[in-house]
């Protein structure tokens, strides 16, 4: 695949802004949504797509038969090896690949989840297309997981800004907004190094609504479980405004 904007928005920009706040105790919870929603047992292959530095992938690969995790980013594959040498248990696989274009035979997994907006970064055909690419790897009778940041939320407030310096002294700034015509968030980040260096670039970040959710995974050739959110996810609630992300549960037709 061609060059895309998340080549330089999600490398060093973004895990070097984001890296102290992704903690391992978050991605621990986040991991454990993750294996009720999808009800994951030791004889589930898992993929995790746009896996990242494997702060998901990582814990979740001792429970289950195997797990592989899919980045673009040849610098997060080796974070995330890096990572995983230094733990106990099984290893995720990790292969380096577009979801656009995955490199997998048809059925191949039991289940698969996409954390935080990484299915969803193209024009809709080109989301649908994503999806429906996802739902092809994925066994008769499969599980996937889709999370996102909760469009409702945003809707409430569609404008943000935020400013905060890291450890070394470098400034992260970021401005976002929501285009409700689109369903798009528009954010806009940079750093400043201490030495004046800057790395900068945006992301347009789709975000489909609850009420989307059906007919997005019709076209896919999925069925829709439930629409729910983490704070909602013990009782499959649907989220509302107040809530901080969306999590779609899908299944493969049988």
């Known amino acids: 695949m061609g060059a895309h904007w998340t080549d330089a928005y999600y490398g060093a920009l973004y895990l070097d802004s984001v890296e102290d706040l992704l903690t391992p ?11 009720v929603l999808l009800r994951l047992g030791p004889a589930d292959r898992v ?5 990242g530095h494997g702060r998901h992938a990582i814990p979740l690969a001792p429970r289950v038969r195997s797990l592989c995790g899919l980045d673009r980013s040849a610098g997060y594959l ?27 035979r048809p059925g191949a997994f039991d289940a698969l989840y996409s954390w935080y907006s ?29 999370h996102h940041a909760n469009p409702l939320q945003l809707a409430a407030d569609p404008e943000a ?6 450890a070394d002294g470098s ?3 970021e401005r976002s907004r929501w285009d409700a015509a689109r369903g798009v968030d528009v954010s806009s980040r940079r750093i400043i190094r201490p030495g004046g260096a800057v790395l900068a670039a945006t992301a347009e970040l789709r975000y489909y609504m609850p009420s989307e959710w059906g007919r997005l995974a019709d076209r896919a050739g999925l069925r829709l479980v439930a629409v ?11 989220p509302g405004p107040q809530d901080p992300d969306l999590v779609a549960l899908l299944e493969t037709p049988a």
């Open 25 to 35: 105790t978050l991605s621990a919870l986040e991991a454990e949504v993750v294996a």
């Open 47 to 51: 993929l995790d797509l746009a896996c």
């Open 78 to 104: 080796v974070r995330a090896a890096v990572a995983a040498a230094a733990g106990e248990g099984a290893r995720p696989v990790l292969v380096r690949g577009d979801l656009r274009a995955l490199p997998f």
């Open 118 to 146: 990484s299915l969803f970064m193209f024009d809709d055909p080109g989301n649908e297309a994503a999806l429906a690419g996802a739902a092809a790897v994925v066994r008769p009778g499969g599980r996937l997981l889709v």
């Open 161 to 166: 800004s935020a400013e905060r310096t890291l």
């Open 171 to 173: 400034r992260v700034e």
């Open 228 to 238: 729910t959110s983490t704070p909602g996810a013990a009782t499959l609630r649907e």
